[in-house]
């Protein structure tokens, strides 16, 4: 169980650095080619929820089979 709980230390501050860069990429993009303030109200906060809604779901599918990889583990060695 140690071992989830350090995956997770590094894994969430991973996502949210890996989401920062690629949302300041976005951005640096569209204002190199001259889109206006509706680009950033409308299709730029799309785009940010769609990649914290996947990385989300990555984290939480990383855990769910860390945590069910634990108890497969542990039904191996209870004693019959």
């Known amino acids: 169980m140690k071992k989830i709980v350090l995956k997770s230390a590094f894994l969430i501050p991973t996502f949210i650095f890996a989401i920062f860069l690629i949302m300041t990429i976005i951005g640096c993009t ?20 769609g990649i914290t809604i996947i990385s989300i779901i990555a984290y939480l599918t990383i855990l769910y089979l860390d945590i069910k990889l634990v108890y497969k583990k542990s039904s191996f060695n209870k004693p019959n």
């Open 30 to 49: 569209s204002c190199l080619f001259g889109f206006d303030h509706d680009y950033y109200s409308c299709a730029y906060c799309n785009i940010f929820k």
